[in-house]
């Protein structure tokens, strides 16, 4: 039985979770691409855009997936929250990895603030441990 939705989510199924984590894989593929480009203005906040950008839709198919719910609405940190719910793989964790992309995605997406190189670095870092859950749940679950 799916546990029932709470607060600002909506109903989805194992289908949405592959979609989700192909967009995740994409944004992430893209974001690694776009850290190899050499213009320290530019390229970190693209390149930690696109992480947190991966890490939200990686973290939409694994509650996808697992509780056939994902979070919707403005609060993003809601999603942290529901990811948490997550057993296997230890929802836990993995909530404090979107939870440090989510610190950025403010200014890496909307400021005018730099991200520097290294919190870009470590942005896709934060985004691969979650696309990589995403796909490994998924993977096991076929």
């Known amino acids: 039985m799916s546990p029932r939705p709470t607060g600002h989510t909506e109903a989805c199924n194992r289908a949405d979770a592959r979609i989700r984590a192909r967009q995740a894989r994409a944004f992430l593929d893209t974001g690694e691409l ?6 320290e203005l530019a390229t ?8 947190v ?4 839709a990686a973290s939409d198919a694994i509650c996808c997936a697992v509780l056939d719910e994902r979070p919707r609405g403005q609060d993003h940190r809601t999603a ?4 948490s719910r997550v057993r296997q793989p230890p929802g836990a964790r993995l909530g404090r990895h979107l939870g440090r992309l989510l610190d950025i995605k403010d200014g890496a997406q909307y400021g ?3 991200v520097t190189p290294q919190r870009a670095v470590a942005a896709l870092r934060q ?3 979650l696309v990589h859950a995403s796909e490994t749940l998924l993977r096991e679950a076929a």
């Not at 776009?34 to 213009?39: E, P, Y």
């Not at 970190?44 to 992480?51: D, I």
């Not at 950008?53 to 939200?56: M, W």
């Open 127 to 129: 985004a691969r441990h």
């Open 80 to 83: 942290a929250d529901l990811l």
């Open 53 to 56: 950008l991966a890490g939200i």
């Open 34 to 39: 776009v850290a190899d480009i050499d213009d």
């Open 112 to 114: 005018l603030t730099f």
């Open 44 to 51: 970190p906040n693209v390149a930690a855009a696109l992480a």
